[in-house]
Nanobody
Framework: QLQLVESGGSPVQAGGSLRLSCAAS????????MAWFRQVPGSEREGVAV?????????LYADSVKGRFTISRDNLKQTVTLQMNSLKPGDTAMYYC??????????????????WGQGTQVTVSS
């Protein structure tokens, strides 16, 4: 079992940066695949980035954020962060942290994750 709490969301102007954090409590944190999703009202939850560790630590990104967002994790502190640069109005959404088993389903599918945070709102104005 993991409990996840996100923070760092706020209003920001286009071109700006934000850093989202997700603090996890519970056991076996380092064994989980950790991801960030986002969702706007009326749309499906979208996978933004994921990080997981097997023989090394890996990161994958949605095409829409490649080169702008960076996901990282600290297994000792049990945190995962999402550094978001060059923000666009299209990045406006509620952002969620999620944890799931490595190798289960596709990383960008919400069904692959068992634990979710409550979300943090990011609003990018033009």
């Amino acid at each position: 079992q993991l409990q996840l709490v996100e923070s760092g969301g706020s209003p920001v102007q286009a071109g700006g940066s934000l850093r989202l954090s997700c603090a996890a409590s519970g056991s076996m944190y380092s064994a989980y695949r950790m991801a960030w999703f986002r969702q706007v009202p009326g749309s499906e939850r979208e996978g933004v980035a994921v990080t997981y560790t097997t023989v090394a630590t890996y990161a994958l990104y949605a095409d829409s954020v490649k080169g702008r967002f960076t996901i990282s994790r600290d297994n000792l502190k049990q945190t995962v962060t999402l550094q978001m640069n060059s923000l666009k109005p299209g990045d406006t959404a509620m952002y969620y942290c999620a944890a799931g088993a490595v190798g289960r389903g596709t990383w960008y599918s919400p069904a692959a994750y068992d634990f979710w945070g409550q979300g943090t709102q990011v609003t990018v104005s033009s």
